[in-house]
């Protein structure tokens, strides 16, 4: 059973910065991808950033310049930093894992983000 813990959410102003952490319970290399997800009040869950096992990264348009994704693999966990936060960021993020052959995707439990103006 794989296990995705997250950790770091808090309540900052805008213009801040927090970094979100993702501890799995596996080798991340097991894994094809692993990614951030973010879902606001009221709205669907989106990605927000996602890195391959290759160490490829893709961003969601709205954090690009802003958010980093990054990952270490002898913690197993997956890093978020986050810049320059802005009230449109407030949200629950998630981290996800996706499997090799279709396995998964798994999900943490959600760190709650909330900028303030």
């Known amino acids: 059973q794989v296990r995705l813990v997250e950790s770091g959410g808090g309540l900052v102003q805008a213009g801040e910065s927090l970094k979100l952490s993702c501890a799995a319970s596996r080798n991340l290399l097991s894994f094809a991808s692993m990614a951030w997800y973010r879902q606001p009040p009221g709205k669907q869950r989106e990605l927000v950033a996602l890195?391959?096992?290759?160490?490829?990264?893709n961003y969601a348009d709205s954090v690009k310049g802003r958010f980093t994704i990054s990952r270490d693999n002898a913690k197993n966990t997956v890093y978020l930093q986050m810049n320059s936060l802005k009230p449109e960021d407030t949200a629950v993020y998630y981290c996800?894992?996706?499997?090799?052959?279709?396995?998964?995707?798994?999900w943490g439990q959600g760190t709650q983000v909330t900028v303030s103006s």
């Open positions: 996800n894992a996706a499997g090799y052959n279709f396995a998964g995707p798994y």
């Open positions: 890195i391959a096992s290759g160490g490829s990264t």
